[in-house]
T-cell receptor, first 114, second 114 residues
């Protein structure tokens, strides 16, 4: 059972480039989340999804886009990368409709924009 | 809106000392759920415990214990007889009753010195 898988693990982007961070889970979880963690800081919610076809903004959505065409996948798109988007990105998933279940996290993607 | 505050950004102790990590939360929901996660130097997020808002019973798991006090909106975490392997960043988090918004505190970096 793989859990939550994020790819790539590391990436260096030049300013203005675009990329997609991939996230897949095999636990049939409906709820999925994207967070960013700046150095020495906590996790800030970028976007979340409560099911296929449904996404919503979190605390820091500017500069990002998401889609949720399947239950398993929740890719995060960066358009026109900026140095301020240098961060570690975590994807997480939770079981549907049960608020007391914990979130399972991927290993993270370390992104550097230069 | 909900919020989690971890006022202690860094704590340093000597091995075998007891240490308490503070967590204070804000929410308008009457039903909510609280979590603690550990982030070791390797970077992954490890689930430690969850607590329902209607269950104020404290919990002990080995050297770890949690004190939930609804009256003060606090969910503190104590490590007894700390060990070097406890060195990590610890995050407190809250999820709303609808189960969609999972909000993290800023984290407390614990350094346990031999």
């Amino acid at each position: 059972n793989a859990g939550v898988t994020q790819t790539p693990k590391f990436r260096i982007l030049k300013i203005g480039q675009s990329m997609t961070l991939q996230c897949a889970q095999d636990m049939n979880h409906n709820y999925m989340y994207w967070y960013r963690q700046d150095p020495g800081m906590g996790l800030k919610l970028i976007y979340y999804s409560v099911g296929a076809g449904i996404t919503d903004k979190g605390e820091v959505p500017n500069g990002y886009n998401v889609s949720r065409s399947t239950t398993e996948d929740f890719p995060l798109r960066l358009e026109l990368a900026a140095p301020s988007q240098t961060s570690v990105y975590f994807c997480a998933s939770r079981a549907e409709g049960r608020a007391n279940t914990e979130a399972f996290f991927g290993q993270g993607t370390r992104l550097t924009v230069v | 809106a909900q919020k989690v505050t971890q006022a202690q950004t860094e704590i340093s102790v000597v091995e075998k000392e007891d240490v308490t990590l503070d967590c204070v939360y804000e929410t308008r929901d009457t039903t909510y759920y609280l979590f603690w996660y550990k982030q070791p130097p390797s970077g992954e997020l490890v689930f430690l415990i969850r607590r329902n808002s209607f269950d104020e019973q404290n919990e002990i798991s080995g050297r770890y214990s949690w004190n939930f006090q609804k009256s003060t909106s606090s969910f503190n975490f104590t490590i007894t007889a700390s060990q070097v392997v406890d060195s990590a960043v610890y995050f407190c988090a809250i999820i709303n009753n609808a189960g969609n918004m999972l909000t993290f505190g800023g984290g407390t970096r614990l350094m346990v010195k031999p």
